[in-house]
């Protein structure tokens, strides 16, 4: 079921989403300082691309807190407007709204995405 919600997640705007993260990946790395942003891009693009079976769990710091701020006026603002965009349109049915979720899970870490760290969720 894992694969089939992940495969029309691609589908109904996943795609959009993972591309926006790798875009503002690769322009985080032009510059040598913003690489560590690049990289965590790089991340939470994967969660972009499958987001069923996965989730997020936050572990914020003081250094994550400062990147966090830099992000948010930097590129997080945008990143959070087209997930939440893609949510809203999609919970307008029945059918989408668990692909909106989704969509409001990503917009929620697009905002504060440094201290967070996805992982696999594994069913007995």
Excluded: D, Y
């Excluded at 589908?11 to 510059?31: K, P, Q, R």
């Amino acid at each position: 079921m894992r694969i089939l919600g992940n495969i029309l997640w691609i589908i109904c705007g996943g795609f959009i989403s993972w591309l926006s993260w790798i875009i503002t990946g690769c322009l985080w790395c032009i510059t040598i300082v913003g690489i560590p942003v690049g990289l965590q891009c790089f991340k939470l693009a994967s969660i972009s691309l499958n987001p069923f079976g996965k989730e997020i769990e936050s572990n914020p710091g003081c250094f994550s807190f400062l990147l966090n701020v830099i992000w948010f006026f930097a590129g997080g603002i945008e990143l959070a407007f087209i997930n939440f965009v893609l949510g809203c349109l999609l919970s307008i049915t029945i059918v989408g709204i668990p692909f909106g979720m989704q969509f409001f899970k990503i917009a929620a870490i697009s905002l504060m995405p440094f201290g967070a760290t996805v992982h696999r969720v594994h069913f007995a």
